[in-house]
């Protein structure tokens, strides 16, 4: 029927939606939730698994409280500004890749058409008490998913086909992270005891040896599941009951429950009986501290450094894009070079109403695997002057989540080739790199975070850590440019403070010690860096304060007997910045505070 009215075939007119955390969210009257599968449209037509995203929820959840600004009921449009608009920026959001283009195209495919076109207008009215009907209360979620909780998640979509009103869908997935520790260990097998308590010979163990016909046993039950709750992943607790786990007795020759025996570091620290909870409680923290002593620098007040800094600095400056784009000769007529134009103009256009704020988030997404092609063969094709209008091309680009999670998750061969390409060509370059080239690369890197999904590809994968660190250390040693180095103070902040965000939600969750995004090594370059940096820096203030707190934050909390504190004790960190004080007046408290964590 399609054919007869369109001239082409249509399978289907999708209805999309995204299952999160066992919750499906999907846009009609505004962003609206229900339980997987119950929407109006029925049941899906088809289930795909996008794949697994490690944003924490609280991202996620503020992410999808900014959208609701942007996804309004009365700015529903069934060609312009639907469901699968939203499905598809949620996506990116999380995974730095979109849904299927065949779902996303068909409203153009449909307007190319003449009929398209001229029942544009019916089809949207026709349709709307579809697309915008209400959920029913007992299919709706609580407004707030569990933050720990094991789920197969995914997208779904469903909706009429052209020729029927029966539902269709489409529906892909994302899972999340499994729940950490924090529970007491039920075992009956000797094997199974041993695996447990060999794990905990770098921490802490406690066995609870009890049996189902123990009346006093089950007084202690509700302590025990709260000290295990209460020490994470610090220790290991254990229960086991003698009534079924024969071997285990037979080992440990235990003659009555309840009893407790307690392992530090892989050898019996202490044995005892009785249902005695104050003792208990006391005996299993005090074997936690021990295991565990807490780090000297979480016992100091320290305002700036004991907080998680997650907004970036991010650069978004728009300079005139007709003059900049003139920069890049005849490569300024090339498609993608339009393309990342009448991208940022729609982002940056002001709103078309007074009360109402700009949406950037509602522009059209740039062909970006076309885009990141032309700028990966432009790296080796154009000459240093040419190439900074087009990294600044991108670096406005890079503002909108949706892009640098794009280029986050970017499956090329070699992976990340597009930014790998650029750090490549400009530390080739080194002390030759021009100077508006450099800045605006290192602008660039900035806006690299922000999308939560890049910052842990940056810190971790070799492939991008090593030639970002390259590139940071020789621009953060610039003599002759101070505006270079402010950028690349920036930079160090953001890759210093997001390892210093995961190094505080490690402790939170009772991790302390677990190995940082930012590998080791790599905080040595970094640290002797910023310290030489700092040494040589007497001209910006505002350059001095991002180093040294970029420095403070890679030192707090980070091991007394690691190679940064080594470094820092070697290059007599305390000293350098001791010598700074001139410069740091207005900035007294922060210099303190970085001071009193260096050794």
Same mark, same amino acid.
């Not at 905990?200 to 040896?209: D, G, K, M, P, Q």
């Not at 090339?334 to 009360?355: G, M, Q």
């Not at 240093?384 to 600044?392: E, N, V």
């Given at each position: 029927m399609s054919r007869q009215f369109l001239g082409i075939h249509i399978d289907a007119v999708y209805h999309t939606s995204l299952v999160f955390e066992g919750v499906e969210y999907f846009f009609g009257q505004g962003i609206q939730t229900c339980y997987?599968?119950?929407?109006?449209?029925?049941?899906?037509?088809?289930?795909?698994?996008?794949?697994?995203?490690?944003?924490?929820?609280?991202?996620?959840?503020?992410?999808?409280?900014?959208?609701?600004?942007?996804?309004?009921?009365?700015?529903?449009?069934?060609?312009?500004?639907?469901?699968?608009?939203?499905?598809?920026?949620?996506?990116?959001?999380?995974?730095?890749?979109?849904?299927?283009?065949?779902?996303?195209?068909?409203p153009k495919t449909v307007l190319d058409t003449p009929f398209g076109q001229m029942l544009k207008p019916q089809l949207d009215s026709a349709m709307r008490g579809m697309t915008q009907a209400p959920v029913s209360a007992s299919k709706v979620p609580p407004s707030r998913p569990p933050a720990l909780r094991s789920t197969s998640n995914g997208t779904s979509a469903a909706g009429p086909s052209p020729t029927s009103a029966q539902p269709n869908g489409h529906v892909n997935g994302i899972k999340s992270p499994l729940p950490g520790p924090g529970r007491v260990h039920n075992v009956t097998r000797l094997a199974e005891l041993d695996g447990l308590l060999s794990s905990?010979?770098?921490?802490?163990?406690?066995?609870?040896?009890t049996s189902s016909t123990c009346g006093p046993c089950k007084i202690v039950y509700p302590a025990y599941d709260q000290l295990a709750e209460e020490a994470g992943s610090k220790s290991t607790l254990i229960k086991v009951d003698l009534n079924t786990a024969y071997e285990i007795g037979t080992r440990y020759k235990v003659r009555a429950t309840?009893?407790?025996?307690?392992?530090?570091?892989?050898?019996?620290?202490?044995?005892?009986?009785?249902?005695?909870?104050?003792?208990?409680r006391s005996k299993v923290r005090m074997l936690v501290q021990m295991a565990n002593p807490p780090h000297p620098h979480h016992g100091l007040r320290l305002r700036t450094l004991?907080?998680?800094?997650?907004?970036?600095?991010?650069?978004?400056?728009?300079?005139?894009?007709?003059?900049?784009?003139?920069?890049?000769?005849?490569?300024?007529?090339?498609?993608?070079?339009?393309?990342?134009?009448?991208?940022?103009?729609?982002?940056?256009?002001?709103?078309?109403?007074?009360?109402?704020?700009?949406?950037?988030?509602?522009?059209?997404?740039?062909?970006?695997?076309?885009?990141?092609?032309?700028?990966?063969?432009?790296?080796?094709e154009l000459a240093?002057?040419?190439?900074?209008?087009?990294?600044?091309l991108l670096r406005l680009s890079l503002v909108d989540p949706r892009v640098s999670g794009y280029f986050a998750e970017e499956n090329t061969q070699p992976p990340h080739n597009t930014i790998t390409s650029i750090l490549s060509r400009i530390n080739a370059l080194d002390s030759s790199t021009p100077y508006t080239l450099r800045i605006v690369t290192l602008q660039t890197a900035c806006n690299l975070f922000t999308s939560p999904l890049f910052p842990p590809q940056l810190l971790s994968n070799p492939a991008l850590t090593a030639p970002l660190l390259t590139f940071l250390t020789t621009s953060l040693l610039d003599t002759e440019h101070a505006p270079v180095r402010v950028s690349a103070a920036s930079l160090a902040f953001n890759i210093s403070a997001f390892n210093h965000i995961h190094r505080l939600e490690a402790l939170e969750r009772g991790q302390e010690g677990v190995a940082d995004l930012l590998p080791e090594s790599a905080q040595v370059?970094?640290?002797?860096?910023? +310290? &030489?940096?700092?040494?040589?820096?007497?001209?910006?203030? =505002?350059? /001095?304060?991002?180093? $040294?707190?970029?420095?403070?934050?890679?030192?707090?909390?980070s091991s007394l007997e690691g190679e940064v504190w080594d470094?820092?004790?070697?290059?007599?960190?305390?000293?350098? +910045? &001791?010598?700074?004080?001139?410069?740091?007046?207005?900035? =007294?408290? /922060?210099?303190?505070? $970085?001071?009193a964590v260096l050794p």
């Open positions: 997987p599968g119950a929407t109006h449209h029925g049941r899906p037509m088809e289930v795909i698994s996008l794949g697994s995203t490690e944003l924490p929820l609280e991202i996620v959840l503020e992410y999808l409280e900014s959208m609701k600004g942007i996804y309004t009921p009365e700015s529903y449009d069934l060609f312009m500004h639907n469901c699968n608009n939203f499905t598809h920026d949620f996506s990116m959001f999380l995974l730095g890749k979109g849904i299927p283009d065949h779902i996303t195209s068909l905990a010979r770098n921490s802490c163990a406690v066995i609870f040896f309840p009893t407790f025996m307690t392992f530090l570091r892989g050898t019996t620290e202490e044995e005892w009986s009785g249902a005695n909870e104050s003792q208990l004991q907080r998680p800094h997650r907004k970036p600095v991010t650069y978004a400056k728009v300079p005139p894009l007709e003059k900049l784009i003139a920069k890049l000769g005849p490569v300024g007529n090339d498609l993608s070079v339009s393309a990342l134009k009448d991208f940022i103009e729609v982002r940056t256009a002001p709103s078309t109403t007074p009360d109402s704020a700009p949406e950037p988030a509602s522009a059209p997404l740039p062909p970006l695997p076309q885009i990141s092609t032309f700028i990966v063969s432009s790296m080796s240093p002057d040419s190439l900074f209008p087009l990294i600044d370059e970094l640290s002797a860096s910023l +310290l &030489e940096a700092i040494g040589r820096e007497e001209e910006s203030r =505002e350059g /001095l304060k991002g180093l $040294v707190l970029a420095l403070g934050l890679l030192a707090y909390g470094l820092l004790r070697v290059m007599g960190a305390k000293g350098i +910045l &001791e010598g700074k004080r001139d410069m740091l007046k207005k900035e =007294e408290t /922060l210099l303190n505070e $970085v001071v």
